[in-house]
């Protein structure tokens, strides 16, 4: 594992590579040795470094779920990373395209909860049950540290690759729909480039949710009453590029879009 000093060192390389847009050379050639437990470790201290510098956590959102996006990368378990205020964009919103590296897109589900979640033992039901309303949206995935090789540490370390969300559609309770059917068809200017169903992620959406609760209970940590959960993509990560228009279509769950300028 490692020490304190190489975790804080790394941490503030990350927060510079995001304030710069320059990802930093990928941390598992640098540091063969180095764990999940450490890349958590620095995940946390990272998203301390934003906190104290005036972000607010909102949420958590969680990667790698469904074996679509696991194939995509090569990475064969889920991870988590946070969510600040700043990174909560609402449908039909202009995106600066300058401001991610090698932005990405995804279509997910977002659960907003009305009760607060804590592991150890959290399951499915006790998901639902603290579930104020189920929201399509749109995961920008960014890069503060460069892409090719990394590995599971890498992204973790890499606050799960999380740039921003979009946000948009019906919401509905989660007793309204069945949510394992949820299905969605995502455009790229006009053309549709992936299409897919919620079931995709861990079976059902609301597993990766519970997943996560009994994840970070081990590091003594809890979702909260109004924390908004990204619960995974069921598509293949859409690459994007300035002047683009991005489209996702959710049926009778409605639409969320962006265009990147």
């Known amino acids: 594992m490692l020490d304190a000093k190489t975790?804080?060192?790394?941490?503030?390389?990350?927060?510079d590579a995001g304030r710069n847009r320059k990802p930093i050379p990928r941390l598992t050639a640098r540091y063969?040795?180095?764990?999940?437990?450490?890349?958590?470790?620095?995940?946390?201290?990272?998203r301390r470094r934003n906190e104290e510098a005036g972000r607010t956590l909102v949420g958590r959102k969680i990667g790698l779920t469904s074996k679509a996006m696991q194939a995509a990368t090569g990475i064969t378990e889920p991870d988590y990373g946070a969510?600040?205020?700043?990174?909560?964009?609402?449908t039909g919103c202009s995106v600066e395209w300058d401001k991610y590296t090698?932005?990405?897109?995804?279509?997910?589900?977002?659960?907003?909860?009305?009760?607060?979640?804590?592991?150890?033992?959290?399951?499915?039901?006790?998901?639902?049950?603290?579930?104020d309303y189920v929201v399509p949206a749109l995961e920008i995935l960014d890069s503060r540290i460069e892409m090719e090789g990394r590995t599971i540490v890498d992204t973790i370390s890499d606050n799960?690759?999380?740039?921003?969300?979009?946000?948009?559609?019906?919401?509905?309770?989660?007793?309204?729909?069945?949510?394992?059917?949820?299905?969605?068809?995502?455009?790229?200017?006009?053309?549709?480039?992936?299409?897919?169903?919620?079931?995709?992620?861990?079976?059902?959406?609301?597993?990766g949710v519970h997943w996560l609760a009994n994840k970070i209970a081990a590091h003594g940590d809890s979702m909260k009453a109004g924390d908004i959960i990204l619960a995974g993509s069921f598509t293949r990560p859409m690459w994007v590029f300035k002047g683009d228009t991005v489209h996702a279509d959710y049926g009778p769950l409605g639409v969320v879009t962006c265009r990147f300028e």
């Open 160 to 207: 799960a690759a999380m740039g921003a969300m979009v946000i948009g559609g019906n919401p509905v309770k989660p007793d309204a729909v069945d949510l394992r059917w949820v299905s969605a068809i995502l455009y790229k200017n006009q053309t549709v480039e992936e299409t897919g169903v919620a079931a995709g992620v861990l079976d059902h959406p609301a597993n």
């Open 32 to 46: 063969p040795g180095m764990t999940v437990e450490d890349s958590y470790a620095v995940q946390q201290l990272w």
């Open 83 to 90: 969510i600040f205020d700043d990174m909560v964009l609402e």
């Open 102 to 131: 090698h932005p990405r897109v995804e279509v997910e589900l977002a659960f907003v909860l009305k009760d607060a979640l804590k592991g150890p033992g959290c399951t499915i039901f006790d998901v639902l049950r603290a579930t």
């Open 7 to 15: 975790i804080e060192a790394i941490a503030d390389e990350l927060v």
